[in-house]
C-alpha cells in the first residue's frame, strides 16, 4: 500500500511509533480546519497499517472522530447550547490556561468555543505545563454546573492530541543512525516535501531547510521573498505549534517584538 525505500525503513526502525505518514496525513488535511501536527498526532496514534482494510477503518475512525468532536467557530453557540442541555460534552478545540491570581485557581479559554474563565484543576496543569504558554489542541471533557454561583462551565478532562513534550535527547541519539544527507531528506519529508521529486536537488534542499532554521536559532532573522501559495506562511503555520505566524499587515513593532 505504502511505497518505501531505504529512508523510510530506516526512520520505521529507528523511530518506531513516531513514524507519521504523510499519505494519510494528506487525505484528512482538506477535510478538517485544524494544525497539520494534530493531524499527524492522529495518524500516528489511531492508524492501522497492517492491511488495506484496516488502514481504511483507522482513516475512517480518525474523521468520525474529528467530525463529531471538533468545534467549528461558527457552530460554538450551538455546542454551548448542547453543553448547557446536556451538562456534560466533549469536544476537540484548543485549550489555554493562565493563573488567576485574586481567585487562586487556573483558567482556561477555550478557542473555537469562544470559552473564557473556565476553571481547569491544577493537576492538568502540572502535567501539561505548555498549557501556560502557547496552549495545546485536546480532547477536553466539559460540564456545566447551573447551580453554581460563579463559573458554570468547569474542565473536567484533557486528552492532548499532539505532543504534550518533546524530547530532545531521543532525537540526537537518533540522529547518529542517519547519514548527512539521509537526515536532511528526512526533515525535508517531515515538511512535506519529497527531497527526490523531479527538479530538486542540493540547493533547494539547502533552501527549503533554510525557512526552518528560526525554529532552532535564536535571534535568527530571515527574509523570504516570493509570489503566494509558494508555502512561506505555511510552513510556520503547520510544522510546529511553538511557531506563532502574524498576517503581514496585521500587526505593528510593538505587538510583535514587546507583547510577542
Request: proline fraction near 5%; avoid cysteine; hydrophobic fraction near 40%.
Amino acid at each position: 500500500m505504502l511505497n518505501k525505500d531505504v529512508i523510510d525503513e530506516k526512520v520505521e526502525d529507528v523511530f518506531g511509533g513516531q513514524v507519521v505518514w504523510k499519505e494519510a496525513v494528506r487525505s484528512l488535511r482538506s477535510l478538517f480546519n485544524v494544525p497539520v501536527y494534530v493531524l499527524e498526532y492522529l495518524v500516528a496514534t489511531y492508524i492501522d497499517y497492517s492491511d488495506e482494510e484496516a488502514y481504511a477503518q483507522s482513516i475512517d475512525d480518525i474523521k468520525t472522530m474529528l467530525s463529531s468532536l471538533l468545534v467549528r467557530p461558527d457552530q460554538a453557540e450551538k455546542v454551548k447550547a448542547n453543553l448547557m442541555m446536556r451538562g456534560e460534552l466533549s469536544i476537540i478545540d484548543h485549550i489555554s490556561v493562565s493563573a488567576n491570581v485574586k481567585k487562586d485557581r487556573f483558567e482556561a479559554e477555550i478557542e473555537n468555543i469562544g470559552l473564557k474563565h473556565v476553571p481547569v484543576p491544577d493537576s492538568f496543569v502540572q502535567r501539561y505545563p505548555r498549557l501556560l504558554g502557547s496552549g495545546i489542541w485536546a480532547k477536553i471533557k466539559l460540564s456545566y454546573d447551573p447551580e453554581s454561583d460563579d463559573e458554570k462551565v468547569f474542565v473536567v478532562d484533557i486528552t492532548p492530541i499532539q505532543l504534550p513534550r518533546v524530547d530532545l535527547d531521543e532525537f540526537i541519539e537518533a540522529r547518529k543512525h542517519f547519514s548527512k544527507d539521509e537526515w536532511m531528506a528526512l526533515l525535508l519529508r517531515s515538511l512535506g516535501i519529497e527531497p527526490y521529486s523531479e527538479g530538486m536537488n542540493k540547493r533547494r534542499w539547502l533552501l527549503y531547510l533554510l525557512r526552518v532554521v528560526p525554529l532552532v536559532e535564536n535571534n535568527f532573522n530571515l527574509v523570504e521573498l516570493g509570489p503566494r501559495a509558494t508555502g512561506k506562511s505555511f510552513v510556520y503555520r503547520e510544522i510546529s505549534p511553538y511557531a506563532v505566524l502574524v498576517s503581514g499587515g496585521k500587526t505593528t513593532v510593538a505587538s510583535l517584538f514587546y507583547n510577542m
